[in-house]
């Protein structure tokens, strides 16, 4: 294998750059030329692409987002647009492709080795709701970030006796919002992946109001309910003063932490030396402190379950 391709695909997380840093730099020790291939899929059918070096990768290991920048490809979705793709990547040299991105990047890349192209896939989104891996690149920042705006919260609310409710990311993953909730102390964890009902959570405040704790934390995910119709009905039902703060983007940004950094790179060294080994259509993810690799037919299909211990924790915790 002389030249492979590398993109990053979907929401953007940080960590990206440390696993491009990683896979480029190792591509560099087996002698392969790495392509770089801007705004992930839309960038192999726009042939936007460039030849990276060592000096392209220095400096982005501490830097959140994608120096490749990210996109959601529709025209990827469209036979014509996917055969476009292919012949790019054959004109360019290419023989083998890095797509660093979430589940719809996942997909794609499955469909890239269903027609008999070379693809590792590197599980990245900040929901971590991508199967066989026990955390997607992203995650952890992501975790960091939530947790220092909810403790800041936390000082304003414990001042004036206010109930906060805070939504985080994860349309249909509540990992973010239990783990969050665990690690801050909130009073309930509102997921998508659990029936909740209001009223018992209105009820439980109100006892701990009347018990003469005036503040509260509600982490609600994204995909779970409206915050501020959750706000709305506590302070209906127990007088609460209540605050909503939508954290949306904030977390998906900012320097990458050690896990990341860490992370990226050992993902990123793997999915290359498979590519180099002749290996393809496969997920490299982190199991049990291991860089493992899955089939790609078998990640797509399947879904993460949702980690009921964290969700116990966090109701247990915030009694
Ligand atoms: O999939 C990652 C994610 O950050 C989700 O948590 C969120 O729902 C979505 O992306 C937001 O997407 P966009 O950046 O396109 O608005």
């Known amino acids: 294998m002389k030249r492979i391709g590398i993109l990053t695909s979907g929401g953007d997380c940080s960590g990206m750059n440390a696993t491009i840093r990683s896979a480029m730099r190792t591509a560099l020790g087996k002698g392969v030329e790495m392509l770089a291939y801007r705004k992930g899929f839309l960038g192999l059918i726009k042939n936007d692409h460039f030849l990276m070096d060592n000096r392209s990768v220095s400096g982005i290991l501490q830097r959140g987002g994608t120096f490749l920048q990210s996109a959601r490809c529709e ?16 004109e360019a ?52 970030n939530i947790i220092y705006a909810v403790d800041c919260i936390k000082d304003t609310a414990s001042s004036h006796a206010r109930a906060f409710v805070i939504e985080v990311m994860g349309r249909n993953s ?22 909740f009902d209001l009223s018992d959570i209105c009820a439980h405040l109100r006892h701990r109001f009347q018990e003469g704790r005036d503040n509260a934390i509600i982490i609600v995910a994204e995909g779970a309910g409206e915050a501020k119709t959750i706000a709305d009905a506590i302070k209906d ?44 259509g496969k997920m490299v993810g982190l199991s049990c402190h291991s860089i493992v690799a899955t089939p790609l037919e078998e990640v797509v299909r399947s879904a993460k379950m949702p980690q009921e211990d964290m969700l116990r924790l966090a109701e247990m915790l915030g009694i």
């Open 75 to 90: 025209e990827f979705k469209l036979e014509t647009g996917r055969q476009k793709a292919l012949a790019n990547l054959h």
């Open 93 to 144: 040299g290419v023989e083998g492709l890095v797509v660093i991105g979430g589940d719809g990047s996942l997909k794609g890349a499955l469909t890239l080795h269903g027609m008999g192209f070379p693809v590792i896939g590197i599980p990245a989104s900040i929901d971590n709701d991508i199967p066989f891996t026990d955390m997607s690149l992203g995650v952890d920042t992501a975790l960091n």
């Open 174 to 195: 509540g990992y973010l919002a239990s783990v969050s909730a665990i690690a801050c102390g909130a009073e309930y964890a509102i997921v998508p992946e659990v029936q």
């Open 237 to 280: 039902a127990i007088g609460f003063e209540t605050r909503v703060t939508v954290l949306g983007h904030y977390q998906r940004g900012g320097a990458p932490s050690v896990f990341d950094r860490l992370l990226g790179s050992r993902l990123g060294k793997r999915a290359v030396e498979l590519l180099v080994e002749g290996e393809s």
